[in-house]
């Protein structure tokens, strides 16, 4: 069933604006929302203000809404209180929402900070359990496993997509292997409202030739993207945390911060 009505949360961040562009048109209803302040709405546009963790709010944000894109939410890591309100009473709010709604489908944006204490030297692929490296990517294996109970309790089509790194650009050695460019974003978010799956996780990454996942999951559904951060390298290569957790590990700078466990296993 073609979407007719998109919901799209998290509109008036750094994804939200770039897609805002990107979308223009292409559905016949697109509803931005955040709690932050957007540009004025368009043709086929509405602008909602909402806070994700207000249920009422996100009820009547949801109706009508026949897909939704689930960017809304803290997208760093903050302390619990800031990431319950927002990662998880406003993903469950959100799913909530779209059952009522009767909504066909949910793309979710995880991190791979969901998956960030796997080393760099592990290949993981869509079956690879979360080894969170924050509360913020804790938050996102939680919304994984609601997008999960959302479709297989509710039939509400859910992907969720473990996101590397998506900017204009790669700014560091590590996003070589994470990029995802803007253009991949958007080919992701087309699949994820196009294709025919019940329940998936795939991964949020550009053609990278340094990538650390193997994504074949997302190929299977119709992802083909046409970027590789490696045409940066010259640039970026030699730019490292100097703490050797963060590169060890996939989820670089979100691994050290208030670390106090024992080395030991990551040696084995
Ligand atoms: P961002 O921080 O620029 O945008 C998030 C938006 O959510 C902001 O506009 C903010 O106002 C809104 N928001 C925060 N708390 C809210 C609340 N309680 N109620 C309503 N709105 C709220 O993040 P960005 O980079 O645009 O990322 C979008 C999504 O993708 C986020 O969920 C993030 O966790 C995820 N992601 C992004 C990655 C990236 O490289 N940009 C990598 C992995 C995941
Ligand atoms: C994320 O999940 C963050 O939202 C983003 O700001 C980056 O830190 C990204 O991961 C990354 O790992 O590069």
Known sequence: MAVTALLVTGAAGGIGRMLRGALAGRYPLIRWSDRAPMAPPGVGEETVIADLSDAAAVEALTAGMDAILHLGGCSIEADW??????????????????RKAGTQRVIFASS??????????????????????????????????VAAYYAFKHGIR????????????????RMLSTWLSYADFVRLVEVGLTAEFHHEIV???????RSWWDNSNAYRLGYDPQDDAERFAPEVEG??????????????????PEFTGSTDWIRT
């Open 112 to 145: 791979n900070h969901a998956i960030g204490f796997w080393r760099r030297s592990d290949r993981l692929d869509h079956e690879s359990p979360p080894r969170p490296d924050s509360r913020y990517g804790l938050s996102k294996a939680f919304g994984e496993d």
């Open 81 to 98: 209180p800031t990431i319950m309100a927002a990662n998880l009473h406003g993903v469950v709010n959100l799913y909530e929402g779209a």
């Open 239 to 256: 730019i490292v945390s100097d703490i050797p957790l963060d590169e060890a590990f996939q989820g670089g700078q979100f691994c050290s």
């Open 158 to 173: 859910s992907l969720s997509l473990r996101i590397g790194s998506c900017f204009e650009r790669p700014t560091n050695r």
């Open 203 to 209: 991964y949020g990454v550009s053609r990278n030739t």
